[in-house]
């Protein structure tokens, strides 16, 4: 890849022009669904090996895409999926956005429960339902959408942008983790912009400026050397489905609070401020409830709902496997018993350090009779990013003009691991503009985004590249 | 059917004739090898409702081999699996014993844990592996095949012998306990004869007169409407898998006594003359321990091993289910969780009461924002035999002349259901004859039945036939 020829300093486009590029946007918005759409029929799971080949057409849909727009692009081959890397024509004095997306997605499983297949993107009540539709290519298309109108219009943008659209997000990204810093020339930018996360909620856009860390591992413990007949060995051997649970249970007491040893040492208490901020947000608990159907919250005692997602740490058993699981009765003890865990981190835990508090805690809590296995899966930290920057200040701006309501300054609970490793290794600001809504069931059955929001996005996408030039030009 | 004519009455052979009989047994090895190796390889998992073909082949294949021995023989419908009832002419004046056994298996995973094919019985060092080979037609045969012989070497059997062989004992025997006061008429009898339990140890053979009871549930916790981000909704809400383990984990301290409130307060106490027998048959912890691939023991303190396994009542997980179980990571806080979970209990437990006991434990330890439902599978409650018989003395002289050592009596920790409702319905004797070994691996992959304990119970039950007639005649 070579990047085109440096265009001359341009401007940001005036008003008019900036308007007619909106218009357009708005008059082929059939077109630019139908381009997700296809996207989004390519099952492109990352952490199935039996899918190769679609997470490449994937990859492949992406950089030709951005191909046609007369972007220079480059596919980067990692030691797994490969990644995307493509860049318009560098500005003379102008600031360097890199926008960063993944084009892999979750597993789709329980199946059964979607109600259009997670591969067949289907338009239902003003929603795009498909595995992936949020998380992340409906997002990340919005700015790759945007900036090819930019170019199809015949303006030259005012600023330079690259993108950056990797392949194992949902699998811990860690190839690209590992060859960041190699890339880091290639990369280097003034602000990286990433759409993977969500508005504060329905009618209210937000700019997000911390996420969570995460953790994740597996812990698998052994009992007899196979399943035994529970009448015969009923009494004399510990079951070790019963000691998976007795472990588990001891992380987490009856009120919310973790009970690790030492894991709450390096959590940055919330901010008075942020505290206030927060709690006036229009928030219900019960509202909540009912959109994830439950009939009560729970979680750490002393802190509100979006403080327990945003910036307190987590454990969550994501999966239990143990003995007989299909039809009817077997009447084992099972052999072994494994569950998948995982913990959302706050700034500024370390997961190398968990992974040694995790190992000392569940020796201290291994019940009698079995031994256990703690496999790490991956783990990044957590992220708060600074706001008072000319970067915030123009997607203020440019989210106001597309929503029609200036968004809110919030934090998050998940997690893009990538986030604190570009602050690192870049040195650069970082924007956070999620376009999703809270109950878009990412990593779930029947995820969606919102086509409004999806086109709201492009068009706030066209506005920012404007807003930054005007702000920090 | 209608029962042959009435024999005179004959009396049992003389020493002569019983010689030649178990001569010609030990000289026809492979033949009556041969016959349980073509039963094995039907798959009869009455728990699979897509093997009713075979389930019903399998009852076929022994209802067809009793026919041709000449017994009356009726195959019984039932609500789910048919069973089989044949009997050979009653003889006057001589007692008449019931053989009950099971053609149904249990299921066969995890089959790559096999190191032949679950249904493709393989003799490997003097052991015959497959799914059923000890549980329970391995077992059950030895009876049938002593029968068909007594029958094709023209000796009149000096007493009647009917035989129950049933297709659901692997999934609670509840079609034959419903109907069991109905065919009383055509089970009366003065003794059931059962073999599908185990020896004491390899070389010393045993008398089983006490069996423990089961009851059997599902559990499921339900937490959120579907499947939830754990990044976006960690902390929010209660993880049902976590509320599952947490359940679970109350049912049993750390000294393995169950917590469920009044689950002991009808347990019978050993013995003392029980608790010092035990003690002094040949057992060592380390050797067991060793056997079914463990470092250390573990069950309820104050109990040795065998008064664990055999009198006191427990509690099992048999299997958990939740979230993601596939390769890879996938951060969820899954939408439920449950587990399959079972407690044998001795007499006088009833599983209606236990199933009352743990709702009320159950809705005292569930943690907030979860709901959970309690499905009951199955229960029957334990069985304790009278052992001062001549049935129980006729079987000790058979075994120690056919297996060369004088059986010890025991208890065993596994349930047949059935036995505690024989007793009631039919007001018989019982013996528990076990020819297994307690590391056939029963229900588990590679279960397995010695060859030479195939051939000794054969020789043993047509020796129990005339020991009966001399020692009740």
């Known amino acids: 890849m070579s990047p085109s020829r440096?265009?001359?300093?341009?401007?940001?486009?005036?008003?008019?022009?900036?308007?007619?590029?909106?218009?357009?946007?708005?008059?082929?918005?059939?077109?630019?669904?139908?381009?997700?759409?296809?996207?989004?029929?390519?099952?492109?799971?990352?952490?199935?090996?039996?899918?190769?080949g679609e997470v490449r057409a994937a990859c492949d849909w992406v950089s030709g895409k951005l191909q046609r727009a007369g972007l220079s692009v480059e596919t980067i081959a990692t030691a797994g999926h490969p990644m995307v890397v493509a860049q318009t024509a560098p500005v003379e004095g102008a600031p360097v956005v890199l926008v960063y997306g993944h084009y892999d997605v979750q597993p789709a499983e329980p199946l059964e429960d979607w109600i259009s297949g997670p591969f067949e993107p289907t338009v239902r009540e003003g929603n795009l339902f498909a595995r992936g539709a949020t998380d992340d290519k409906g997002q990340v298309l919005t700015h790759i959408q945007s900036v090819c109108r930019w170019l199809?219009?015949?303006?030259?943008?005012?600023?330079?942008?690259?993108?950056?659209?990797?392949?194992e997000e949902e699998v811990g990204s860690e190839n690209l983790e590992r060859m960041?810093?190699?890339?880091?020339?290639?990369?280097?930018?003034?602000?990286?912009?990433?759409?993977?996360?969500?508005?504060?909620?329905?009618?209210?856009?937000?700019?997000?400026?911390?996420?969570?860390?995460?953790?994740?591992?597996?812990?698998?413990?052994?009992?007899?050397?196979?399943?035994?007949?529970?009448?015969?060995?009923?009494?004399?051997?510990?079951?070790?489905?019963?000691?998976?649970?007795?472990?588990?249970?001891?992380?987490?007491?009856?009120?919310?609070?973790?009970?690790?040893?030492?894991?709450?040492?390096?959590?940055?208490?919330?901010?008075?401020?942020?505290r206030r901020q927060w709690r006036e947000l229009p928030q219900s608990d019960a509202a909540f409830a009912e959109s994830v159907g439950v009939k009560q919250l729970f979680g750490e005692q002393g802190y509100t709902t979006d403080e327990r997602r945003w910036a307190r740490p987590t454990f969550d058993i994501n999966g239990l496997t143990s003995g007989h699981q299909g039809e009817g009765v077997k009447t084992i003890i099972p052999a072994k018993a494994s569950a998948k865990i995982s913990f959302r981190l706050v700034a500024d835990q370390d997961p190398k350090e968990l992974t040694g508090q995790l190992n000392d805690h569940f020796s201290a809590n291994t019940p009698p009779g079995v031994t256990w296995e703690l496999e790490t899966d991956h783990g990044a930290p957590g992220m708060l990013a600074n706001i008072d920057t000319p970067f915030a200040k123009a997607a203020e701006l440019a989210i106001d003009a597309a929503f029609g309501t200036k968004p809110v300054f919030i934090r998050e609970g998940g997690s893009i691991p990538i986030v604190t490793r570009f602050q690192e290794a870049l040195g650069c600001d970082c924007l956070l503009l999620g376009w999703g809504l809270s109950?878009?069931?990412?990593?779930?059955?029947?995820?969606?985004?919102?086509?409004?929001?999806?086109?709201?996005?492009?068009?706030?996408?066209?506005?920012?590249?404007?807003e930054i030039a005007k702000q920090v030009g």
Not at 152 to 167: R, V
Request: aromatic share 6%; glycine share 8%.
């Open 439 to 466: 109950d878009d069931n990412t990593h779930s059955p029947n995820e969606k985004f919102r086509v409004q929001d999806y086109h709201r996005g492009i068009q706030a996408s066209a506005r920012l590249w404007n």
């Open 6 to 52: 440096e265009n001359a300093a341009t401007g940001p486009l005036d008003d008019a022009s900036l308007d007619q590029l909106i218009e357009s946007l708005d008059s082929d918005r059939k077109a630019l669904l139908d381009d997700l759409m296809e996207w989004l029929r390519i099952p492109s799971i990352s952490s199935d090996s039996r899918r190769l």
């Open 180 to 274: 960041l810093p190699d890339l880091a020339d290639k990369l280097a930018c003034d602000c990286v912009v990433i759409s993977d996360s969500s508005q504060y909620a329905d009618g209210q856009p937000a700019i997000t400026y911390g996420l969570r860390g995460i953790a994740t591992y597996e812990l698998t413990v052994d009992g007899p050397g196979q399943d035994l007949h529970s009448g015969s060995f009923g009494g004399a051997v510990m079951n070790p489905a019963i000691a998976l649970c007795k472990m588990l249970s001891s992380m987490v007491d009856e009120n919310g609070v973790i009970q690790i040893p030492g894991y709450y040492d390096r959590v940055q208490p919330l901010t008075d401020q942020e």
């Open 152 to 167: 199809s219009a015949g303006h030259a943008l005012p600023l330079q942008i690259k993108f950056l659209i990797e392949g």
